[in-house]
């Protein structure tokens, strides 16, 4: 199993909200998407944790914009007039992740697309579980679209791939849901977390993690992801927000 690929057609405008200089691309299948490039200065490891992350939040039930893999033909950066925009595209070509555009979605603020009591508890155990640090109110990297909650910008998660910290010591680190835009939700998470934890088997993880093309990875990294995962799954006592039931 494998995210599907299209190819960018043409680079319709940045968005500059994001440090990664992500933008909007069409693909050769008619659709729109936001492209997240591996040559921006996050690296591939922030597309990996893009895929892995939204692809397992998928598979239990919350929505995310449909991921596919993009390739992206270095002449389309040649004939981009802004200079830094040119040279993130003629440094990506090749392989990168499109995130598809949600047209008319806002950004969430409270007002519109509460997800339910339940709902919030689950996003606040699964981002403690990635250690996702941001979804704050600074930054939800949530969208409503259609009066529906969608989870987007996942790469600031599995932070340990960046220096591949040891699989005990992100298994023990602790997550501070105070700053997190659920933490409202704290009481509710020891009520989902059996569920959760249940339905995250080696197999699920084993999925998600295989979608991730090999370019973005090193050599023993899908071994890495998976048992750093695992680890952090048994010792969820120590993170889970508000504590176990």
């Known amino acids: 199993m494998s995210l599907p690929v299209v190819t960018a057609t043409r680079y319709v405008l940045p968005l500059r909200e994001g440090g990664s200089l992500p933008g909007v691309v ?25 895929v892995i992350v939204g692809e397992l939040f998928r598979r239990l039930g919350l929505r995310v914009p449909e991921l596919k893999l993009i390739e992206l033909d270095p ?25 598809a555009f949600l047209p008319g979605s806002f950004g969430y603020d409270g ?27 600074r930054n939800t990297n949530m969208l409503v679209w259609h009066k529906n909650l969608w989870l987007i910008d996942h790469g600031a998660a599995l932070y340990f791939h960046h220096s591949w910290m040891s ?3 992100f298994a023990s680190l602790p997550y501070d849901a105070s700053d997190h835009v659920f933490s409202v939700a704290v009481p509710g998470v020891a009520k989902v977390d ?26 023993g990294d899908r071994e890495r992801y998976l048992g750093h995962l695992l680890a952090r799954l048994e010792n969820r006592a120590v993170w889970i927000p508000g504590g176990a039931q």
Not at 26 to 49: R, S
Not at 75 to 99: C, W
Not at 111 to 137: K, Q
């Open 194 to 219: 059996a569920e959760l934890a249940a339905a995250i088997t080696p197999e699920l993880l084993t999925e998600v993690i295989g979608l991730v093309p090999d370019e973005w990875l090193g050599e």
């Open 167 to 169: 699989a005990e010591k």
């Open 111 to 137: 007002s519109a697309g509460n997800p339910g009591d339940e709902a919030m508890a689950r996003i606040l155990w699964l981002d403690a579980f990635v250690a996702n640090v941001d979804r704050s109110w």
């Open 26 to 50: 069409e693909g050769n299948d008619l659709g729109t998407y936001v492209i997240k490039f591996h040559g921006a200065g996050q690296g591939p490891k922030a597309l990996a944790a893009e």
């Open 75 to 99: 002449a389309i950066g040649k004939s981009e007039p802004d200079f830094e925009i040119q040279e993130l595209l003629i440094r990506s070509a090749g392989l990168n992740l499109a995130v």
